[in-house]
């Protein structure tokens, strides 16, 4: 062996080439694919095709549908003067899950990082700029990760979207529920203090 | 959203049944397929039919390969006489960079791990006694990775295969080459002391 034969090759690279998955870790996936009865690689292989011919974006917040506009766009019974915005499509389910925001959404595709080559051009910055022309948006809140990517987008967005006169807020940093003080880092900690609220 | 579209959700499903992939990892692997162009997509759909179709295990030693007999085994100038186990065709790449391992491979397809649910006759272990049927054989190297399940499956086989009065061999079990001492664990430590060689 030394070299893989050229189908099994061009698997690894197709694998290899997902952000998060490395060369070894590709090599392992592919022996997998190997390794499954027929029906299962080509079940695998028609769901990838199956899900890039059906699902697309959202015309409007940018989230995955296989309808023109997504649920939650078309649901009259969502206040649409507030956008919550968010790297992916799972940070949608994860804000759906507290049952507590009834606003809507709008799905970035990544963040800005400079390290990963990731501007923000190949971000969906555009489409939500145009959702704030209309003039009916007075909230737009930053969802993003509190991590150095996520909190540069949602300061590079809030730059963008200020003179519009429309409000941007952050979600509150601080310490998570249930968690110990001893082990929170400073950062969190300074945080939590300088956000503190009235009891 | 909340519910992902239906062709998303099966493409989910079919990321996360391979091993090492979480649901929240097929996830945002499911994400960056959508995100491809549609050329890609395609491409790594048929990547995925075309190496199921054309690689398969050679016959001779399960390593994978498209043709009948794999390179390895089907060059004469190797010594036949010599097999070296291991877990996954990724390990046979790891000793032929080497240079310096002149025989012949076998590739079991994974290790004995009753935690995973991983038994002995999943393992393409009835293949490996077939060849050592013919009297060519002379000595069998057990190449598991030194971890538990690894050590497990070497164990198991060396008692398999010790009755036919073949010689089985284990990897030594030491310092790794440039590695500190300081910082080596006690049993890779005892295992170094207790396989010392004569300088």
Redesign the interface.
């Given at each position: 062996?030394?070299?893989?034969?050229?189908?099994?090759e061009?698997?690894i690279?197709?694998f290899a080439?997902?952000?998060?998955?490395g060369r070894?870790?590709a090599?392992?996936?592919?022996?997998?694919?190997?390794?499954?009865p027929?029906q299962?690689?080509?079940?695998?292989?028609?769901?990838?095709?199956?899900?890039?011919?059906?699902?697309?974006r959202c015309s409007i917040c940018q989230?995955?549908?296989?309808?023109e506009i997504?649920?939650?766009c078309s649901d009259a019974a969502r206040d649409e003067s507030v956008i919550l915005v968010v790297e992916?499509?799972?940070d949608?389910?994860a804000f759906?899950?507290t049952r507590e925001y009834k606003g809507r959404?709008h799905v970035l595709?990544g963040l800005i990082s400079p390290v990963d080559g990731i501007t923000a051009d190949q971000l969906a910055i555009r489409e939500l700029l145009v959702r704030l022309q209309d003039g009916r948006v007075r909230e737009v809140i930053m969802a993003t990760n509190p991590t150095i990517e996520g909190e540069a987008t949602a300061l590079y967005l809030s730059k963008l979207i200020k003179p519009s006169g429309i409000k941007t807020t952050r979600l509150a940093s601080g310490l998570p529920v249930g968690s110990n003080l001893e082990y929170a880092d400073e950062v969190t900690l300074y945080r939590a203090l300088s956000g503190r609220g009235e009891l």
């Open positions: 062996m030394g070299t893989n034969p050229a189908p099994l061009r698997l690279e197709q080439r997902l952000s998060g998955i070894k870790s090599a392992r996936l592919a022996y997998q694919v190997l390794n499954m027929a299962q690689a080509a079940a695998f292989a028609d769901a990838i095709k199956e899900a890039h011919a059906r699902v697309h989230s995955f549908t296989d309808k997504c649920p939650i992916s499509p799972q949608v389910a759906e899950r959404y595709h």
